[in-house]
């Protein structure tokens, strides 16, 4: 079973950071381009940032315009886990994380979940941005 899971949300201060784990389960978790979508109260759900798979080519990353500067999405093989690095966090930022195995156009990334073989959205994790 195919499995990715999230952690490490968290109450943080205004210009505060945290780091969120997507923990890979079933499978490597550099063979899939994998994501980090967000979703606030009354709000649709919005990609954040993703990273390619492992190939031949320099990783491919891409991050919302929204968080440019601020988060950075990395990928340790060892511990099979894709972390999303967050920084100067703002209220805005308040949302619940989720992350995703993305389909890819050649070997960029793009924020559409790739479906089967993964199943639905996981339980996600809760950041909130707040003094």
């Known amino acids: 079973q195919l499995q990715l899971v999230e952690s490490g949300g968290g109450l943080v201060q205004p210009g505060g950071s945290l780091r969120l784990s997507c923990a890979a389960s079933?499978?490597?978790?550099?063979?899939?381009?994998i994501g980090w979508f967000r979703q606030a109260p009354g709000k649709e759900r919005e990609g954040v940032s993703c990273?390619?798979?492992?190939?031949?080519?320099?990783?491919?990353?891409d991050y919302n315009d929204s968080v440019k500067g601020r988060f950075t999405i990395s990928r340790d093989n060892a511990k099979n886990t894709v972390y999303l690095q967050m920084n100067s966090l703002k209220p805005e930022d308040t949302a619940v994380y989720y992350c995703a195995a993305l389909r890819t156009v050649h070997y960029m990334c793009i924020m559409v979940p790739l479906g089967p073989p993964f199943g639905s959205w996981g339980q996600g994790t809760q950041v909130t941005v707040s003094s």
């Open positions: 079933g499978f490597t978790v550099d063979s899939y381009a």
């Open positions: 990273i390619s798979r492992s190939s031949g080519n320099p990783d491919y990353v």
